[in-house]
């Protein structure tokens, strides 16, 4: 019999809720009801599909109120939570519109003037997704409603560390008669998350390199396609004649927005030395302003650090630089408070690519300020780097912003801004580097990751001889 977990509350410290992951045989059959309920959805259409889609957000708002407590009891944070859900059911509304254009067969006249061509695709059976605690809901959801809309089944195996948003979820979907056979969750941790893909025919990850690089192992051992969004270390990259007052905030925000516990926070910054002071002082007044969401939800912007084993590794990036002679300007170290664990937002200078808070991925609002000299400098220490998801370029004009950003490698580039792909979710993108593998999850290309294409070649002449019939002389 598989153990209970036990969950702690990020605000409190206390373990107040417990979770009972399935045996693996009981989670087999809970994807081979998934498998044999997928031909009915398939068989709906893109228009019946949609239709079950805009059932289940009516039934997803009806109970909101429960689904924004379970979140805020997850993540100890209220706004973002609240804008977690905005963004969740506005993905729903896009791909249902996006969807039935998207997934319309096609047919054509070829080269060959006696053979016509239809093209048409059909759905992985039963789509894994395994997601991480920092955005529960929306990076649960990210991969299902296209899979969905594609015609696949779903199963969600969420992270043992933020579960309690499945139970609103669930009550919601069991509303829908026609969804609630092809999506469902399963609660647990890794070894949850390994038997779900013994049991799937294609695996969405969010999360870490490392656990990335298992499912990929196993991914291809079972030979099934795997689409990974692992850990970045996001560069901001402030040229001389860029708007400072501009750049400030939104690298800011860009830094400290869900306490900086998002894979596509800016982690790095690099200003051009004669701006570089100016910057740093401006950055340092507005994170003074920032203040902790304690002692209650509303007190302030910054929400608790969710996961107790990153404050620890936050802690151990701050102390790492500053042995290696960083300089701490504001904040400075994770404390406890009322049993949960906080950060002010911290600015570092004197920094380099020595230390773990310039080459690891932090996960917290920190932000280390390195000087540049020339443009060249400034783009190769931003590629000097094992991630490459995404980045931002600051300057007075889009062309020149725009030239530094085609020599960043990573997959999303925001121009004069911070961390657009959070809220931008149509440009198609691909992770450079260890940042991930596999198609865009953004744009039109991601609900194509879950159909095999069929071509249909269809010879329309009877008359006409095999193309490769040569008659004899």
Known sequence: ?????????????????????????????????????????????????????????QAVLAGREKLTDALVNDTGRLSISVMEIDSFLSSIDRWCGLAPDLLQDSAKNTSIPFIALQQTSTPYPVVGVISPWNFPLLLSTIDTIPALLAGCAVVVKPSEIAPRFIAPLIAAINQVPALRDVFSF????????????????????????ATGRKVAE??????????????????AIVLESADLELATSAILWGSVVNTGQSCLSIERIYVAESIFEKFYHQLVAKAHRLQLAHPTIESGEIGPIIAERQAGIINEHISD????????????????????????PTVLTHVNHTMKVMTEETFGPIMPIMPFATVEEAVNLANDSIYGLSAAVFAETETEALTVAQQIDAGAISINDAALTAIMHEGEKNAFKLSGLGGSRMGAAAIKRFLRKK?????????????WFEPKV
């Open 455 to 467: 071509a249909f070649l269809i010879k329309t002449n009877s008359n006409q001889d095999p193309w």
């Open 218 to 235: 196993v991914a291809a051992q079972r030979f099934i396609p795997a689409f990974l969004e692992l850990g970045g270390k996001d560069p």
């Open 186 to 209: 399963v609660e647990g941790a890794g070894e949850t998350g390994a038997a779900l893909m013994e049991n799937v025919d294609l695996v969405c990850f969010t999360g870490s390199v």
């Open 1 to 57: 019999m598989t153990k209970p977990i036990e969950v702690r509350n990020p605000r409190t410290g206390k373990y107040d809720y417990v979770i009972i992951p399935p045996p693996p045989k009981l989670l087999a059959q809970q994807c081979n009801r998934a498998r044999r309920a997928q031909v009915r959805w398939q068989k709906l259409g893109v228009e019946g599909r949609v239709a079950a889609l805009k059932e289940w957000k």
């Open 321 to 344: 630089a500053v042995q290696k002679g960083a300089v701490i300007h504001c904040g400075g170290k994770v404390e406890e408070l009322g049993g949960g664990w906080w950060c002010h």
